[in-house]
């Protein structure tokens, strides 16, 4: 079991899940308006140098309560459908009471619009790895699984009323889903209602 970095003293903690590779911009605005915010890494792959090496379906090594917050920048479209509720109950574990989750994810409504239009395989947005394409969405960066990333298929997917509807389901008593206008679906997800 790996433990948790140090606290230091007055700064507030996010669980960054699915981290990937260190990098500036790897963490959303919302994280450092006041540079209150410790970032602590957990991602699967052991070749990026995670502070914790796990699942983000078993995160046994992350205390019950022990982080302010949760950053999941497209993960739970890599699980299958059965595995989403451990995830987002894990998530939902290690959240401190007050904290909150922020997740994104594809958002499969928008995507769908496009494949109706049939336009599967045109690019719908440039993202640092490179164009998008609904296809990409439906089934994963299809450059990167090509160049042997297998953590990149695609497994499940989401609307924003099945993804408010799976974080109701484990325990978060307050959800707020947005869409934005690159296709994806961004969700605040509150450990407690007050």
Do not use: K
């Amino acid at each position: 079991m790996t433990d948790l970095p140090a606290p230091i003293t007055g700064l507030r903690s996010v669980l960054h899940v699915g981290c990937g590779p260190t990098g500036p911009g790897w963490l959303p605005d919302a994280f450092f308006p006041d540079g209150e915010w410790r970032e602590i890494r957990l991602d699967i792959d052991p070749l990026v140098a995670p502070d914790i090496v796990a699942s983000i379906t078993d995160m046994a090594a992350v205390p019950d309560a022990s982080v302010d917050a949760v950053w999941s920048s497209h993960n739970l479209e890599h699980l299958f459908a059965h595995e989403v509720p451990a995830a987002l109950a894990e998530f939902r574990r290690v959240l401190r009471p007050g904290g909150f989750a922020l997740i994104t994810v594809p958002d499969l409504q928008a995507v769908a619009a496009r494949v109706a239009e049939d336009r599967l395989a045109e690019p719908a947005y440039l993202s640092p790895a490179g164009p998008v394409s609904p296809l990409d969405m439906l089934y994963g960066h299809g450059a990167q699984i090509a160049a042997g990333n297998p953590f990149m298929a695609h497994r499940t997917g989401f609307t924003a009323r099945t993804l408010e509807a799976a974080l109701a389901a484990v325990g978060f008593p307050l959800v707020r889903v947005v869409r934005d206008d690159r296709y994806a679906l961004w969700t605040t997800a509150y450990a407690s209602a007050g």
